[in-house]
């Protein structure tokens, strides 16, 4: 199965950016509201700057507690995140998050940002795929 395959089967209203400036606290609130784990930092809204996970601020709250709620989100965002386009294969983007220990994966065209794919999306669309192939075996298999 392809990105673009899984961004299609997404409802919700497409990719969550903040800018860098924006307050973590500010930030905490849009994934808390919108039930995420992670936003995409963009100044422009296109090109991705950055990534700020549930885990950067957990993080920076144990090391320096609640004061890291009022930095910017560039602080704590991991820059130049790994990003996939809408041609790659849900395995090949399985295993880079697999490899590199992250669950959100922004998806750029043309260095636009156009989606966002989490660890989740691509294990329901790579369960949906093993359940269609095991009913097309089964049809074989019995006749159908
Ligand atoms: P996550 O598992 O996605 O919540 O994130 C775990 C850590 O990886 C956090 O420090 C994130 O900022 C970072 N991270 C998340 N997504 C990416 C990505 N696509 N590329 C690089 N780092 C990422």
């Given at each position: ?13 497409g990719?969550i ?11 905490a609130?849009?994934?808390?509201e ?21 885990r ?9 507690g ?12 991991t ?10 294969t ?10 590199g ?7 750029v ?14 294990v ?14 089964e049809?074989?298999i019995?006749?159908?």
């Amino acid at each position: 199965m392809l990105v673009q395959q899984i961004l299609k089967a997404k409802d919700g209203d497409g990719v969550i950016t903040v800018k860098p400036d924006t307050l973590v606290s500010d930030a905490a609130q849009i994934l808390a509201e919108r039930r995420i784990g992670g936003v995409v930092v963009s100044s422009d809204g296109e090109k991705p700057n950055g990534i700020l996970s549930e885990r950067d601020i957990v993080r920076s709250l144990a090391m320096r507690g609640a004061t890291c709620m009022d930095d910017k989100v560039s602080d704590l965002m991991t820059r130049n995140p790994v990003c996939c386009n809408r041609q790659d294969t849900s395995d090949a983007v399985l295993s880079r998050m697999t490899d590199g220990r992250f669950r959100h994966m922004p998806v750029v065209d043309d260095g636009k940002l156009v989606g966002i794919v989490t660890i989740g999306d691509v294990v329901k669309a790579r369960l949906q795929e093993l359940s269609m192939e095991k009913s097309a075996l089964e049809g074989m298999i019995m006749g159908h």
